[in-house]
């Protein structure tokens, strides 16, 4: 079983366009298809490969898209892939809508792969991946823009005071012991 890459996206550029694109994802949304028990379903990347007259089996299509929205000349949605993201769809679509320019933010936590293409933080100002684990009660996964939430976040949920990666070493020390885990993951 795959592990998941899980990618929020957000996508703007000029209203032609963005009307063109999302009425090409609506059309694949709502297409009556047979789904077979084993595929991705109605929503497979592979889809929007073939409505952009290229064959699925020549890419990296292992993954769908999901809640799709629209806020004026804003599209969001988000995929969850097989193990990293689709990449070459998301070029194919830019070369296709040219005035399109997609910002998103993802991570597969099991394969600590974290990604974002916002370094401004328009709409995705999260630099940091927490997980903190205590091997019993706490178990959170959360973003922050800076190390220093991620830290107080730390603090707060362990009663401990976290304040730099030192302190935050002998912390991950002592929950591994514990079978928990602390990390701080930076996407890139």
């Not at 209203?15 to 009556?32: G, P, T, V």
């Not at 077979?36 to 109605?42: H, R």
């Not at 903190?132 to 005071?161: C, M, Q």
Request: glycine share 6%; aromatic share 16%.
């Amino acid at each position: 079983m795959a592990n998941y890459f899980e990618t929020n996206y957000v996508v703007e550029g000029n209203k032609q366009d963005i009307d063109s694109f999302y009425e090409m994802m609506m059309k694949l949304k709502n297409a009556k298809r047979q789904v077979e028990p084993w595929s991705f379903g109605p929503t497979w990347l592979g889809y929007i490969l073939e409505e952009l007259g290229e064959n699925p089996e020549e890419y990296n299509c292992k993954g769908e898209w999901l809640d799709l929205t629209r806020e004026g000349d804003v599209i969001r949605f988000r995929a969850e892939t097989a193990w990293e993201p689709c990449h070459n769809i998301r070029w194919l679509i830019e070369d296709k809508y040219p005035s399109l320019k997609f910002y998103f933010i993802g991570e597969n936590s099991a394969d600590e792969m974290f990604q974002k293409s916002d370094p401004e933080g328009k709409f995705f100002p999260e630099n940091y991946y927490l997980w903190l684990y205590d091997g019993k009660d706490v178990n959170e996964e959360k973003k922050f823009i800076t190390k220093e939430e991620a830290y107080k976040f730390i603090s707060e949920k362990t009663g401990r005071n976290i304040t730099n990666d030192e302190e935050l070493e002998t912390l991950q020390n002592e929950l591994s012991a514990q079978q928990g885990a602390c990390y701080i993951y930076e996407y890139e």
